[in-house]
């Protein structure tokens, strides 16, 4: 099959796509969904994800977990030791749209946003860590973002890594019928929890360069197109 871009950023493969196409892959850092609805759509599939919701709601929720009865409140200060990512563009991508803050701070501020339980990295090598599910086509690449600097681990002093397939191999995401995605993960114990779902994932300056050539990275996404929307492959 023929298949063009349509996307708002540059990658290392888009020079392999057909420039005249009926078909389109559309990668747009607006594709999507919001926020709010990646965390329920994540849930729906069965994937484990932080507490998350609007602020105020959140904060009872949480409230009631440290919290010995409506007066304790007065006297222990626990709501400033839990944390919440308030998303401020609920539309945002890469590192954008959101901080970290305080659950009082949340409360006082920014009762009526959307905002997640924050995860503590679970290593003190790192100032953050996560994982990436990075799925192209029938491919599926593991990497490790760390951050030396920053409690985003794709900001700040960024280092980019492969995860083994062994330590990965039995992990199985289900649901999801698209050719090209990434689900980002925080670890707490021995637990994955999916902080992000994005349909249009950058490979530019990661270790995927190296794995794949560009024309695998297309190919593969036309293959899984092909099989999704039954189109003929000639």
């Known amino acids: 099959m023929k298949l063009k871009l349509n996307s708002d950023f540059h990658d290392y493969y888009d020079a392999w796509f057909d420039l005249d196409a009926e078909y389109t892959l559309s990668r747009r850092m607006t594709d999507g969904p919001n926020k709010i609805e990646a965390f329920k759509l994540l849930n729906l599939m069965g994937i484990k994800t932080p507490k998350y919701g609007m602020v105020a709601e959140l904060y009872k929720d949480l409230a009631s977990q440290f919290y010995d009865g409506k007066e304790a409140i007065k006297k ?17 991508h890469a590192g954008e749209g959101k901080i970290k803050v305080t659950l009082e701070e949340a409360r006082e501020k920014y009762p009526g946003h959307f905002a997640v339980q924050y995860i503590p990295n679970d290593t003190r090598v790192f100032a953050s860590r996560s994982e990436r599910l990075l799925q192209i086509g029938s491919r599926r690449i593991w990497l490790e973002y760390t951050s030396a600097d920053n409690w985003q681990s794709n900001c700040g002093d960024v280092n980019i890594t492969l995860i083994p397939t062994d330590t990965t191999r039995t992990f199985k995401i289900r649901g999801i019928r698209l050719p090209f995605f990434a689900i980002d993960y925080v670890t707490s114990g021995h637990d994955r929890l999916a902080v992000d779902l994005n349909v249009s994932p950058g490979l530019r300056g990661t270790p995927v360069q190296q794995q794949l050539k560009a024309q695998d990275i297309v190919d593969l996404i036309k293959d899984r197109m092909v099989d999704i929307y039954n189109i003929p492959r000639f």
């Open 76 to 92: 222990v200060g626990y709501d400033k030791v839990v944390e919440l990512v308030v998303y401020t563009d609920i539309n945002a």
